[in-house]
């Protein structure tokens, strides 16, 4: 069965708390360090929860982060997720053998102890509410710290903190055991999703005598086209409402349809243009050829240049001044 994912920060989406729209937050979350998102929005009708799953996986795919979500088993098989998570007193077993053995499933618990007799079946539990938390209401008393490591002692697999967890207390979560956190309001709502996620890896690092929670970073075959294209792309194509296709082809993405898509608040498809080695001469002037295409795809004219020796392009010799909005969508 799966590892937690890594790191090991747990993003639970919440449209009516999220400041502006769901997928600019997901994705600026991502930018920030998050690798583990799982959709949760139970209210809706299950065919509105797969649409926006569809767009959540489009948002994080740049990432490479892994999708989950909170519901059925038969749902999160349904929307093609990497896992399930479960509410208290659901089947694990049933879950596992629904999914395999490679999905990730975890419980819902608030009491030490609790999914014990599935434990075979689960890669980990939530343990909640750590902290009173608007996000978690109902769930009884908070559980404090003590009650955490009452969690850690009672359970085989690892325990994910959970409600109330913020850079202030990361640290102190960390180190009565809990494998990991997961967070909802603390990012959903925050004023820059991307600085509350570092500012709890950061926090999570400190702890006294811990392991790091920050993840080395491993960017994905589909994401290696510059770390600034790579935050702004899926951000952009977000607010845009446009729907990010990566085609994996088994070479490097173009970065200058990355950047130049960006910039024009595009999502724009990686298809685009030629593919090369920003190495050689062969690869920039592919990359350069790539850049034009997208550019002149999106109705302008652009002056980046790819730097030698780089996968990403230079900044621009002069700021080419307020673009104008594509005139059309990605094609397909």
């Not at 024009?264 to 298809?271: P, Q, T």
Request: net charge neutral; glycine share 14%.
């Amino acid at each position: 069965m799966p590892r937690l994912p890594d790191p090991p920060l747990l993003l639970i989406t919440d449209r009516t708390r999220a400041r502006g729209d769901l997928m600019a937050v997901v994705a600026a979350a991502c930018a920030g360090g998050c690798r583990w998102v799982s959709l949760r929005e139970k209210d809706l009708p299950e065919a509105e929860q797969l649409a926006l799953f569809a767009r959540l996986r489009a948002v994080t795919r740049p990432f490479g982060a892994i999708v989950t979500l909170h519901g059925p088993a038969a749902l999160a098989r349904a929307a093609g997720a990497d896992g399930v998570h479960l509410s208290g007193g659901d089947d694990a077993r049933a879950a596992r053998a629904l999914l395999g053995r490679e999905a990730l499933v975890g419980l819902s618990t608030h009491g030490p102890g609790e999914g014990r007799e599935m434990a075979d079946a689960l890669d980990y539990i939530t343990a909640s509410p750590v902290f009173a938390t608007a996000s978690k209401p109902g769930y009884g008393p908070a559980l404090g710290l003590a009650g955490v490591s009452a969690f850690v002692a009672a359970m085989p697999v690892p325990v994910v903190a959970l409600g109330g967890i913020d850079a202030g207390n990361a640290a102190a979560c960390r180190a009565t055991g809990a494998a990991g956190l997961a967070v909802m309001g603390g990012v959903m709502g925050a004023p820059d999703a991307g600085a509350a996620v570092r500012g709890l890896l950061g926090a999570a690092e400190r702890r006294e005598g811990g392991t790091p929670l920050r993840a080395s970073p491993k960017p994905s075959s589909e994401a290696r086209f510059g770390q600034d294209a790579q935050a702004r792309l899926p951000l952009l194509a977000a607010q845009d409402g446009a729907i990010l296709d990566f085609v994996p082809c088994g070479q490097k993405h173009d970065a200058g349809i990355a950047v130049t898509a960006a910039r024009c608040g595009l999502g724009l498809c990686g298809r685009y243009g030629a593919l090369g080695d920003a190495d050689d001469e062969r690869g920039r002037d592919d990359g350069q050829h790539g850049l034009g295409v997208a550019a002149g795809h999106c109705g302008i004219s652009d002056n980046l240049r790819l730097r030698r020796g780089s996968s990403h392009p230079s900044e621009p010799q002069e700021s080419p001044g307020p673009l104008p909005t594509p005139p059309i969508p990605c094609r397909q």
